[in-house]
């Protein structure tokens, strides 16, 4: 018979009922945050059914996260796009589409785009593997935060350099405290208060370097004041 798990796992579940039996409420919790599921998620990286790339589109082409992800500013839930919007560009037909005829035939075989077209004709959607999910039980108006001035990177990551998105936060309750407790560091000009020229939310290379300047800090403090930006930290404000 093999073994799958070294001797020494068995004493863990003996090890788990001991802390949760004799450890008291601090204990349980501190383990009980540390083993939530989404603290392992950081960096989760399924492999999807077209090979997209972030890093094209939105990174070399500089194309606006806002052209396929339409519903960020207006909804309570971001949106991935459908074939229809991506065949805007890869058609088939390169004089109809944005991709010049040079392009089109570098990529006419491409098996991605092969399984994007024969999608968008047979209506059966791509089924694109969902990366980021909270909890149900938890309320998250994702448009309030596009809308503060809250850049995609702060939550997502460096999207505009991947080739394929992964996880970049913990989605933990942690995390959103930490920012609902000092939201200037996150806060970005998307109204151009300041006068210092408005910022997109979707320009992630600027708002990354800009995010670290000592700058920012000061810079943070005077919008949260001036749009009065108060995030919610009761219970309720989160959970249903
Ligand atoms: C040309 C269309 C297109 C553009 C432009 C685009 N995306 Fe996407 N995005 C997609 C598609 C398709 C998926 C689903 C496949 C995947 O995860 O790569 C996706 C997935 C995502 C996800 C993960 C969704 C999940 O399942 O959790 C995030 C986050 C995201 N995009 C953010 C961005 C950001 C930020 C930008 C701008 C810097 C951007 N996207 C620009 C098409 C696009
Ligand atoms: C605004 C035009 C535009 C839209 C919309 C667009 N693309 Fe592209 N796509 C391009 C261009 C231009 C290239 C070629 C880039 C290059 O080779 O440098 C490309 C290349 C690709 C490639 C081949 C490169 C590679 O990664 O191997 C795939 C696959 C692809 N796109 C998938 C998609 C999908 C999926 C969508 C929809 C979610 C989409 N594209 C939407 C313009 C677009
Ligand atoms: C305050 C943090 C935060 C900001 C800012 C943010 N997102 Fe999200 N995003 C999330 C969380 C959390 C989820 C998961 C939501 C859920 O499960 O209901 C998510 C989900 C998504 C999804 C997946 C939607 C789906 O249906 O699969 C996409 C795409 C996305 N975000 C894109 C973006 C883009 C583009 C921006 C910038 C314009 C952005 N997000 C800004 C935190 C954020
Ligand atoms: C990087 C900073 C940041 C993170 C991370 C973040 N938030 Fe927020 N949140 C904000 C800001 C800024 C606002 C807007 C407050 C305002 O307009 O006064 C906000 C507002 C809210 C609101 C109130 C929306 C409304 O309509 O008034 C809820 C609910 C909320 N966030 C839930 C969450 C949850 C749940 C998470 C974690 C999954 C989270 N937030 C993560 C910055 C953040
Ligand atoms: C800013 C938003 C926010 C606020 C405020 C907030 N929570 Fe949470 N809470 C979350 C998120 C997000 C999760 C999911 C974390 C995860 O998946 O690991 C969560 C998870 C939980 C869970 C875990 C449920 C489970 O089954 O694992 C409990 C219990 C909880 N919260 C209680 C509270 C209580 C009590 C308060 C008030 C003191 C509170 N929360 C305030 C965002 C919030």
Redesign the pocket.
Known sequence: MSMTFPRWANAIPGALAAVFGLGGGVVTAGVWYYFTPSYWEVGYRPDQPVDYSHQIHAGKLGMD??YC?VS??DSY????PDAATCMNCHTGEGETGFLNNDLWRAHKNNVNLVTLRSSFASGEPVR?K?????PDY?N?P?SA??NAG???F???GDINEQKVVAQAES?SMGWCLE?HRDPAKALVDVDNLLGEGKVR??DLARVSKMLVSKEQQERGAKLAELRQIQPPDNCGACHY
């Open positions: 996260c806002r992800h960020v500013e839930k971001a949106n991935v694109w969902r990366i980021h999910k909270l938890v998250f994702h935060h596009v809250v850049s995609c702060s939550c997502h989605l920012c939310v979707t």
